[in-house]
Nanobody, 126 residues
Framework: QVQPVESGGDSVQAGGSLRLTCAAS????????MAWFRQAPGKEREGVAA???????RYSDSVKGRFTISKDNAANRLYLEMNSLKPEDTGMYYC????????????????????WGPGTQVTVSS
């Protein structure tokens, strides 16, 4: 059973930084397609960043240049480095993945991912 678990969420001031981590037992990171999504109260879940097995990343326009997605295959970890945080980055952040994924490019559509973590809260105050 594959179960992602996120950590690293916190409350920070605007302009600050956070690093989120996703750990998922039961899967081989080198062959996974993985992504970070977020959901603010009253809003739909939004794709933030995605990465495919060979390492190519993709970002939403709202975070491009500020966030970096990466994965450590040896440690079975997915990361989201978030810099220059803004109040509009506030929300619950979720890790999502597909195992043995053969996608040719990263995808930021929630319905394309099978496994989801419970989320970690990020709050950015102005």
């Amino acid at each position: 059973q594959v179960q992602p678990v996120e950590s690293g969420g916190d409350s920070v001031q605007a302009g600050g930084s956070l690093r989120l981590t996703c750990a998922a037992s039961g899967s081989t990171y080198s062959r996974n397609c993985m992504a970070w999504f977020r959901q603010a109260p009253g809003k739909e879940r939004e794709g933030v960043a995605a990465i495919i097995s060979e390492g190519t990343g993709r970002y939403s326009d709202s975070v491009k240049g500020r966030f970096t997605i990466s994965k450590d295959n040896a440690a079975n970890r997915l990361y989201l480095e978030m810099n220059s945080l803004k109040p509009e980055d506030t929300g619950m952040y979720y890790c999502a993945l597909n195992v043995d994924c053969g996608w040719r490019f990263p995808i930021l559509l929630a319905d394309r991912y099978k496994y989801w973590g419970p989320g970690t809260q990020v709050t950015v105050s102005s």
